[in-house]
Each structure stands twice: as C-alpha cells, then as structure tokens.
T-cell receptor, first 113, second 113 residues
Framework: DTEVTQTPKHLVMGMTNKKSLKCEQH?????MYWYKQKAKKPPELMFV???????INESVPSRFSPECPNSSLLNLHLHALQPEDSALYLC????????????FGEGSWLTVV | DAKTTQPTSMDCAEGRAANLPCNHS???????VYWYRQIHSQGPQYIIH???NNETNEMASLIITEDRKSSTLILPHATLRDTAVYYC??????????????FGTGTRLQVFP
C-alpha cells in the first residue's frame, strides 16, 4: 500500500478565513512533505518534516503554517491567504534512508476568493 | 542541486515505445535519478529510479549512460493513458533531515491513436 490521503480534495476560502488541509499516510514513513503547484508549473517544495520535526521551510510565508501531530498526519493551516495562493497543494511521504521513494497524494485544490 | 534538462514536449504513437531523454551532466556520484509522471489534475506518480545500473519494472525501463550524465526513460508500449508530464529528477545527497525532490519543468508526452 503506497497511499497518501489528502482532504479535502477541493477547498474554496475567503481571504479572512482560517482553514486546514490534511494529509495522512499509514506506511510508517517518517518524512512528510508539502508541495505547492500552480497551473502548468512543476510542484514546488514548501515544507519537509522528518520524525515529526520541521526540517525544511523553503521560505514560505507565515500565512501557511504546517503541523505534524504524529508520524501519520500532516496538516497545513491556512490563514489570511491571497488569491495568488490558489493552487494544488500536494502532500508526500517517504521512508527512511537515502534513495527511498517519495509517494504523493492526489492533492487538494485550493481557491482563495 | 544537480539540474536536469528535458525536451518540453514529445509525441508518441499508441503501441510504440516512448523514449524520454534527460540530461543531468552535473550529477554527483551519490545522486539518484528519479522519474515521476503527472497526469492532468492528479498527484505525481512514481515510475522508477536508478543510480548507475539500468533498471526495469512493470511500468518502464531506465537506461543510464556509463558516465551518468544522461538517462532515458522507456515506456515499451505507450497507451493513451500514458499521456502526462514526465519529470526527471536528480535527488540531492541525503544530509540530516534534508531529503527532498526538486522538480524541473518536465516533458509533456502526448500519446496519439
């Protein structure tokens, strides 16, 4: 089973709203990732968690707040977003050791109005 | 991070082999070559990866040149469902808590009947 589950699949939110994207995996992976993908562009790395600790933040604005409550869950809290933040948000996970495959979820489509 | 160069787009007739090239002339000795594909509106799907030797799985074959400066992904019998953007990615050396995938622009493969 190589499944990474993301919810919701679609989210529309106003610029003053607070919402969250959720990601879950049950593969025992200890690294989890958030990527952002704009239309017709490649995915861009946002955050990496390793053993439930934030290890990489690719200079992401503070209106995006990641959280890793346990080794199976990864959240992305959204607050005061801008319309240009509308994108596909992808979660991924990987096991231990160099060369281990990174598996992606199907993504959450976010529209900020 | 080692950069990759791929053609922007390619066409392939259904049933024929699709050969997707990738140049990674600055690859380091301990960096893997990964291939992912992304079908429209879905999350990236892992295809195959390799270090030095050629690799084959149920989806594709990966041919890496002896000097490791380029590789070719081969889909032996392309189908319409293989129409997607294919990403060749060089995975940076793993240092503590910094494992990640950096996507380039990819090749848009169009399989036609």
């Amino acid at each position: 089973d190589t499944e990474v589950t993301q919810t919701p699949k679609h989210l529309v939110m106003g610029m003053t709203n607070k919402k969250s994207l959720k990601c879950e995996q049950h593969m025992g992976h200890r690294a989890m990732y958030w990527y952002k993908q704009k239309a017709k562009k490649p995915p861009e790395l946002m955050f990496v968690y390793s053993y439930e600790k934030l290890s990489i933040n690719e200079s992401v604005p503070s209106r995006f707040s990641p959280e890793c409550p346990n080794s199976s869950l990864l959240n992305l809290h959204l607050h005061a977003l801008q319309p240009e933040d509308s994108a596909l948000y992808l979660c991924a996970s990987s096991g231990e050791g160099f060369g281990n495959t990174i598996y992606f979820g199907e993504g959450s489509w976010l529209t900020v109005v | 991070d080692a950069k990759t160069t791929q053609p922007t787009s390619m066409d392939c007739a259904e049933g024929r082999a699709a050969n997707l090239p990738c140049n990674h002339s600055t690859i380091s000795g301990n960096e893997y070559v990964y291939w992912y594909r992304q079908i429209h509106s879905q999350g990236p799907q892992y295809i195959i990866h390799g270090l030095k030797n050629n690799e084959t799985n149920e989806m594709a074959s990966l041919i890496i040149t002896e000097d490791r400066k380029s590789s070719t992904l081969i889909l032996p019998h392309a189908t319409l469902r293989d129409t997607a953007v294919y990403y060749c990615i060089v995975r940076p050396p793993l240092t503590y808590n910094t494992d990640k995938l950096i996507f380039g622009t990819g090749t848009r493969l169009q399989v036609f009947p």
